[in-house]
Protein backbone atom coordinates (compact mmCIF):
# COMPACT_ATOMS: atom_id res chain seq x y z
CA UNK A 1 0.00 0.00 0.00
CA UNK A 2 2.90 2.49 -0.32
CA UNK A 3 5.55 2.89 -2.99
CA UNK A 4 7.68 1.77 -0.76
CA UNK A 5 6.75 -1.32 -0.50
CA UNK A 6 6.11 -1.49 -3.96
CA UNK A 7 10.22 -1.20 -4.73
CA UNK A 8 10.74 -3.88 -1.73
CA UNK A 9 8.88 -6.16 -4.11
CA UNK A 10 9.00 -5.29 -7.78
CA UNK A 11 12.12 -5.49 -9.37
CA UNK A 12 14.16 -6.45 -6.46
CA UNK A 13 17.71 -7.00 -8.14
CA UNK A 14 17.77 -3.47 -9.37
CA UNK A 15 16.14 -2.06 -5.84
CA UNK A 16 18.85 -3.51 -3.81
CA UNK A 17 21.73 -2.78 -6.12
CA UNK A 18 20.37 0.89 -5.78
CA UNK A 19 20.20 1.07 -2.32
CA UNK A 20 23.64 -0.89 -1.71
CA UNK A 21 25.33 1.41 -4.32
CA UNK A 22 23.96 4.60 -4.63
CA UNK A 23 21.41 5.34 -1.66
CA UNK A 24 23.84 4.15 1.01
CA UNK A 25 26.74 5.60 -0.01
CA UNK A 26 25.03 8.75 -0.29
CA UNK A 27 23.92 8.84 3.11
CA UNK A 28 21.18 6.63 3.70
CA UNK A 29 18.40 8.04 5.96
CA UNK A 30 21.11 8.49 8.56
CA UNK A 31 21.56 12.22 8.12
CA UNK A 32 18.00 13.61 8.80
CA UNK A 33 14.71 14.11 6.17
CA UNK A 34 15.48 16.34 3.94
CA UNK A 35 18.63 14.75 3.09
CA UNK A 36 17.09 11.23 2.78
CA UNK A 37 14.78 13.00 0.37
CA UNK A 38 17.25 14.18 -1.38
CA UNK A 39 18.82 11.01 -1.60
CA UNK A 40 16.09 8.94 -2.74
CA UNK A 41 15.39 11.95 -5.66
CA UNK A 42 18.60 11.78 -6.57
CA UNK A 43 18.75 8.06 -6.60
CA UNK A 44 15.82 7.45 -8.54
CA UNK A 45 17.06 10.07 -11.10
CA UNK A 46 20.01 8.14 -11.71
CA UNK A 47 18.24 4.74 -11.95
CA UNK A 48 16.39 6.65 -14.88
CA UNK A 49 19.04 7.53 -17.11
CA UNK A 50 20.35 4.06 -16.53
CA UNK A 51 17.58 2.83 -18.31
CA UNK A 52 18.18 5.38 -21.21
CA UNK A 53 19.18 8.76 -22.52
CA UNK A 54 15.57 9.87 -22.71
CA UNK A 55 13.92 13.08 -20.92
CA UNK A 56 10.68 10.20 -20.38
CA UNK A 57 13.32 8.00 -17.92
CA UNK A 58 14.46 10.54 -16.21
CA UNK A 59 10.30 11.65 -15.81
CA UNK A 60 10.30 8.19 -14.42
CA UNK A 61 12.69 8.31 -12.12
CA UNK A 62 12.18 11.69 -10.95
CA UNK A 63 8.67 10.59 -10.29
CA UNK A 64 9.64 7.67 -8.34
CA UNK A 65 11.81 9.65 -6.40
CA UNK A 66 9.12 12.31 -6.09
CA UNK A 67 6.86 9.70 -4.52
CA UNK A 68 9.50 7.43 -2.32
CA UNK A 69 9.86 11.27 -0.44
CA UNK A 70 6.48 12.04 -0.28
CA UNK A 71 5.93 8.97 1.48
CA UNK A 72 9.01 9.50 3.75
CA UNK A 73 7.63 12.22 5.18
CA UNK A 74 4.08 11.31 5.60
CA UNK A 75 5.71 7.88 7.43
CA UNK A 76 7.96 10.26 9.57
CA UNK A 77 4.85 12.15 10.72
CA UNK A 78 2.34 9.70 11.30
CA UNK A 79 4.83 7.46 13.64
CA UNK A 80 4.46 10.78 15.97
CA UNK A 81 0.47 10.83 15.79
CA UNK A 82 -1.36 7.96 16.66
CA UNK A 83 -4.76 9.30 14.72
CA UNK A 84 -2.75 9.08 11.56
CA UNK A 85 -1.38 5.50 12.54
CA UNK A 86 -4.73 4.07 13.12
CA UNK A 87 -5.66 6.24 9.96
CA UNK A 88 -3.27 3.94 7.74
CA UNK A 89 -4.35 0.85 9.46
CA UNK A 90 -7.82 1.30 8.60
CA UNK A 91 -9.55 0.38 5.45
CA UNK A 92 -10.02 3.95 4.16
CA UNK A 93 -6.20 4.79 4.64
CA UNK A 94 -5.49 1.43 3.07
CA UNK A 95 -7.31 2.28 -0.08
CA UNK A 96 -5.73 6.11 0.07
CA UNK A 97 -2.46 4.42 -0.11
CA UNK A 98 -2.82 1.79 -2.47
CA UNK A 99 -4.47 4.50 -4.94
CA UNK A 100 -1.70 6.63 -4.25
CA UNK A 101 0.76 4.07 -5.29
CA UNK A 102 -1.44 2.68 -8.35
CA UNK A 103 -1.57 6.25 -9.46
CA UNK A 104 2.14 6.66 -9.54
CA UNK A 105 3.43 3.79 -11.01
CA UNK A 106 0.85 3.89 -13.74
CA UNK A 107 1.80 7.54 -14.31
CA UNK A 108 5.14 7.05 -14.63
CA UNK A 109 5.28 3.73 -17.03
CA UNK A 110 3.28 6.16 -19.82
CA UNK A 111 6.97 7.87 -19.39
CA UNK A 112 8.59 4.70 -19.55
CA UNK A 113 7.35 2.96 -22.35
CA UNK A 114 7.20 6.36 -23.93
CA UNK A 115 10.54 8.08 -23.10
CA UNK A 116 10.23 11.42 -25.55
CA UNK A 117 7.96 13.15 -24.16
CA UNK A 118 6.20 14.23 -26.87
CA UNK A 119 4.43 10.63 -27.65
CA UNK A 120 4.34 11.03 -23.37
CA UNK A 121 2.31 14.33 -23.90
CA UNK A 122 0.20 12.63 -26.98
CA UNK A 123 -0.61 9.71 -24.81
CA UNK A 124 -1.91 11.60 -21.48
CA UNK A 125 -3.61 14.05 -24.39
CA UNK A 126 -5.71 11.07 -25.08
CA UNK A 127 -6.49 9.81 -22.18
CA UNK A 128 -7.55 13.02 -20.25
CA UNK A 129 -7.10 15.59 -22.52
CA UNK A 130 -9.65 17.99 -24.34
CA UNK A 131 -8.94 15.45 -27.67
CA UNK A 132 -9.41 12.28 -25.60
CA UNK A 133 -10.10 9.76 -27.86
CA UNK A 134 -12.51 6.97 -26.41
CA UNK A 135 -10.63 4.19 -28.45
CA UNK A 136 -7.78 5.10 -27.06
CA UNK A 137 -7.83 2.79 -24.39
CA UNK A 138 -9.02 -0.32 -26.54
CA UNK A 139 -6.04 0.08 -28.93
CA UNK A 140 -3.72 -0.06 -26.20
CA UNK A 141 -4.93 -2.92 -24.25
CA UNK A 142 -6.48 -5.13 -26.93
CA UNK A 143 -4.68 -3.97 -29.93
CA UNK A 144 -1.14 -3.97 -28.62
CA UNK A 145 -0.86 -5.50 -25.62
CA UNK A 146 -4.05 -8.37 -25.86
CA UNK A 147 -5.53 -7.13 -22.78
CA UNK A 148 -9.66 -8.11 -23.02
CA UNK A 149 -11.81 -6.65 -20.74
CA UNK A 150 -12.71 -10.08 -19.47
CA UNK A 151 -9.50 -10.16 -18.48
CA UNK A 152 -9.31 -6.83 -17.03
CA UNK A 153 -12.48 -7.45 -15.05
CA UNK A 154 -10.80 -10.91 -13.58
CA UNK A 155 -7.84 -8.62 -12.46
CA UNK A 156 -10.42 -5.98 -10.77
CA UNK A 157 -12.06 -9.49 -8.62
CA UNK A 158 -8.51 -10.71 -8.36
CA UNK A 159 -7.49 -7.59 -6.58
CA UNK A 160 -10.57 -6.59 -4.92
CA UNK A 161 -9.93 -10.29 -2.61
CA UNK A 162 -6.65 -9.76 -2.30
CA UNK A 163 -7.19 -6.20 -0.36
CA UNK A 164 -10.07 -7.95 1.56
CA UNK A 165 -8.00 -10.84 2.61
CA UNK A 166 -5.09 -8.83 3.22
CA UNK A 167 -7.42 -6.61 5.00
CA UNK A 168 -8.80 -9.17 7.46
CA UNK A 169 -5.02 -10.95 7.80
CA UNK A 170 -3.60 -7.23 9.24
CA UNK A 171 -6.46 -7.94 11.46
CA UNK A 172 -5.44 -11.19 13.08
CA UNK A 173 -8.79 -12.63 11.52
CA UNK A 174 -8.38 -15.99 10.01
CA UNK A 175 -10.40 -17.06 6.26
CA UNK A 176 -12.55 -20.21 7.46
CA UNK A 177 -13.50 -21.99 4.07
CA UNK A 178 -14.79 -25.19 3.87
CA UNK A 179 -13.89 -28.09 1.58
CA UNK A 180 -16.13 -27.27 -0.94
CA UNK A 181 -14.61 -23.99 -1.15
CA UNK A 182 -11.19 -24.80 -1.23
CA UNK A 183 -11.68 -27.83 -4.15
CA UNK A 184 -13.20 -24.66 -6.01
CA UNK A 185 -10.74 -22.31 -6.04
CA UNK A 186 -8.48 -25.01 -7.56
CA UNK A 187 -9.80 -25.08 -10.99
CA UNK A 188 -10.06 -21.01 -10.37
CA UNK A 189 -6.63 -20.55 -10.30
CA UNK A 190 -5.84 -22.59 -13.33
CA UNK A 191 -8.75 -20.99 -15.28
CA UNK A 192 -7.26 -17.51 -14.24
CA UNK A 193 -3.63 -18.88 -15.45
CA UNK A 194 -4.88 -19.68 -18.57
CA UNK A 195 -6.96 -16.79 -19.18
CA UNK A 196 -4.46 -14.54 -18.05
CA UNK A 197 -1.24 -15.99 -20.32
CA UNK A 198 0.15 -14.09 -22.87
CA UNK A 199 -0.44 -15.51 -26.39
CA UNK A 200 3.14 -16.10 -26.87
CA UNK A 201 6.61 -14.98 -26.02
CA UNK A 202 6.32 -11.48 -24.29
CA UNK A 203 9.13 -9.35 -26.01
CA UNK A 204 11.67 -8.71 -23.06
CA UNK A 205 11.29 -5.32 -21.67
CA UNK A 206 15.16 -4.61 -21.69
CA UNK A 207 15.85 -5.45 -25.26
CA UNK A 208 16.14 -1.81 -26.06
CA UNK A 209 18.41 -0.83 -23.63
Known sequence: TSLAEFWRRW???????????????????RKGLLRTCFNLLTVMLLAGLWHGAAWGFVVWGGIHGLGLAIHRCVDTISRKS???????????????GWGFTQLTVFLSWIFFRLPHLPDAGLAFQKLWGVSSDP????????????????????????????????FLFRRGLKLQLNWFLRLLL???????????????????IYFDF
Open 11 to 29: HMTLGDWLRNYLYFPLGGS
Open 82 to 96: EGLMKFWASLPGMLF
Open 135 to 166: QFLQKIYVEELGVYPNQIAGMLAILAAAMGTS
Open 186 to 204: VPICLYAVWIFAPDGAARY
